[in-house]
């Protein structure tokens, strides 16, 4: 069983667009961190959100913290080519306090 | 010049090969990770260290190996590499459990 489930899968998008994707968990986590992964590269963090129903900004992305601590959603405003990545979110969870990641989610914005 | 560096960045090797996978940081950092990544399948945890004397199995260490030669160095092996394991492996390192991880650039590894 998958800890975190993160969709779409796959989303391709016209620049300019709006998009919302998805981190949801039946576990609680006491943080929840989300990485853009670009291709050739390794995951680079983005933002960490710790408190429940936490929202916090990053230019045109926008992150929230489920109110219960076991979801979080990621909302790109007017996307752009430079978004295209894999996004994946990565939870705290547990006495061992390990992270793990989900699967991610592939987003190509189209010029 | 870049925090984690991971050599070699490409390798093709045949079944049965041992394999040496290195990573270095000059984060400071006392924990290192390795990970593999498969299409669809996410990162995975190899192993990880919290120190040079702590050395933990992660959900993948079948088939792995790892050495904590220094603070700075952590080497990931295969003693008899399998086709299965052809992946694109990462190395990481952090503060602590729950703080940022910084990523090396990736190594993909090709066993024929």
């Known amino acids: 069983t998958q800890l975190l489930e993160q969709s779409p899968q796959f989303l391709s998008i016209q620049e300019g667009e709006n998009l919302t994707v998805y981190c949801n968990s039946s576990?609680?986590?006491?943080?929840l961190q989300w990485y853009r992964q670009e291709p050739g590269e390794g995951p680079v963090l983005l933002v960490t959100?710790?408190?429940?129903?936490e929202v916090k900004k990053l230019k045109r992305l926008t992150f929230q913290f489920g109110d219960a601590r076991k979801d979080s959603s990621l909302h790109i405003t007017a996307a752009q080519p430079g978004d295209t990545g894999l996004y994946l979110c990565?939870?705290?969870?547990?006495?061992?306090?390990?992270?793990?990641f989900g699967k991610g989610i592939t987003l190509s914005v189209r010029p | 010049d870049a925090d984690v560096t991971q050599t070699p960045r490409n390798r093709i090797t045949k079944t049965g090969k041992r394999i040496m996978l290195e990573c270095s940081q000059t984060?400071?950092?006392?924990?290192m990770y390795w990970y593999r990544q498969d299409p669809g399948l996410g990162l995975r945890l190899i192993y990880y260290?919290?120190?040079?004397?702590?050395?933990n199995k992660g959900e993948i260490s079948d088939g792995y190996s790892v050495s904590r030669q220094a603070q700075a160095k952590f080497s990931l092996s295969l003693e008899s590499a399998i086709p299965n394991q052809t992946a694109l492996y990462f190395c990481a390192t952090s503060w602590t459990a729950v703080d940022t991880q910084y990523f090396g650039p990736g190594t993909r590894l090709t066993v024929l």
């Open positions: 260290s919290f120190d040079v004397k702590d050395i």
């Open positions: 959100v710790v408190t429940g129903g």
């Open positions: 984060k400071g950092h006392d924990r």
């Open positions: 576990s609680v986590f006491s943080s």
């Open positions: 990565a939870g705290v969870t547990g006495a061992n306090s390990k992270l793990t």
